[in-house]
């Protein structure tokens, strides 16, 4: 190609328009939302960067698949199609169907783990942590320390500290049922885990005989990085690398509503078959049978469809580079992120951008309200107020306090990604106005879902 312009590639062929509001409505609404911007009507929002969870744009072959479903209850045609996707991508024996990623993570832990146990995670999310942790067992996160310092390059800063991967497997190997790992590392900005970490990872698993599963939500924008990125794999199709991660692995757990396409799905394979029979009975109880798994069948046709459509090559250029895009842009007016971006979103510090604001008085949140009410642009706060609380009732700081912009998938021009870089800067430059907040009403666990907060003066 001679041209350097990277395109998005496809053309609109359904629009759905979005509304404008003023600044004062977004005050009131915002007051309304216990400033907090998960309570907001969505209808409000401009430009919607809170998620990439479920907010993408389907192709037209995936919206043709729905009319494929097979909605049989027990062994539907859509099933047998989605299993085959996902057995040929993964090399998973057992495939189980689940209404999305926390449902695979529910499912899985609630058979295998015990109280005292851990599990150790470059960096778990917050419903994995959350799904551990109702279990009385501990989530550790061995995210290496590149991974933990925001302006540091890398290009794996979602590897996982191998050392104290050994170590923790030499002292405590009794209590470690499984060993997860983040593709692409979601609470640590979006970065990608090397082959070369993989394969390490497995090693230590094989060493101390251990099962490893992948937390695969972003597998092939973990994919685009390796082949970009890791010496010798460039000549590779993203499709290959990823099943080269997952041949690594003795399972995963999937929310479909990343890298999948859709708007709701996800799955848990694995290759035990004493797990697999637990984790189905389970299904059956809380899920639904396991041809079906809390899915419609053209849920399933419309997943196994995007699966295939998210490793072409085109579409992994655009989007890896579309939010490179953004994080240009914000980078070039000073305002601090993590470096390098991420796959699916730009990560700002707010801690860093924020001095004046202690973690305990949530820089993070006083960005995303400043973001929504100055531009009608919703993200959201990744730090103290998502992982700051502990299942002991103590509060601490969080490890980073972040205001992640997700991009969802296919679904913004580079219009609407500039008046996003717009909007940053402006509120970058209103930064001393800027307030901290306290939190006047909040549940124990998962709590930056549905907390109120008040201003502080
Ligand atoms: N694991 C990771 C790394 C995730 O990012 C998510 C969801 C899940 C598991 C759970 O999947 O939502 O389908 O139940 N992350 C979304 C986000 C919600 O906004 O990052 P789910």
Known sequence: MHFKTIIEPFRIK???PIKTTTREQRVKALAGAGNNVFLLHAEDVLIDLLTDSGTGAMSSAQWGALMQGDESYAGSRSFYRFRDVVQSLTGFKHVIPTHQGRAAERILFHSILKEGDVVPNNNHF????????????????????EGRVPSLVHPFKGNVDLVALERLLGER????????????????????????NLRGVRALCDQFGKPLFLDACRFAENSWFIKSREPGQSHRAP??????????ADGCTMSAKKDGLANIGGFLAMNDDAWAEKARNLLILTEGFPTYGGLAGYD????????????????????????????????AADVPIIRPPGGHAVYIDARALLPHIPPLEYPGIALVNALYVEAGVRGVEIGTVMFGLHPDGTET???????????????????????????????AGLKKELRG?????????????????????
Do not use: C, W
């Not at 942590?129 to 989530?139: D, H, L, P, S």
């Not at 490793?311 to 980078?331: C, F, G, N, P, Q």
């Not at 006047?440 to 201003?455: C, D, G, I, N, Q």
């Open 397 to 427: 700081p969080g490890a980073m306090d972040l205001v992640r912009l997700a991009i969802p998938r296919r679904v913004y021009t580079q219009s609407h990604i500039d008046y996003v870089a717009e909007a940053v800067l402006y509120v």
């Open 126 to 145: 917050d419903t994995t942590r959350a799904n551990i942790e109702v279990e009385g067992a501990e989530a550790l996160d061995l995210v290496i320390p």
């Open 14 to 16: 359904s629009v759905e």
């Open 239 to 248: 499709r290959e690398i990823a099943r080269e991660m997952f041949s690594l």
């Open 173 to 196: 190997g009794e209590h470690i049922p499984l060993v997860m790992v983040t593709v692409t590392n979601n609470s640590g900005g979006g970065q990608p885990v090397s082959l070369e």
């Open 300 to 331: 399933l046709e419309a997943i196994a469809t995007g699966l295939e459509e998210v490793v072409e090559e085109a579409y992994l250029h655009y989007r890896i580079r579309s939010t490179e895009y953004l994080a240009e842009k914000v980078l």
């Open 437 to 457: 907040l306290r939190i006047v009403s909040a549940p124990k666990a998962l709590r930056h879902f549905t907390a109120r907060f008040e201003p502080l003066l």
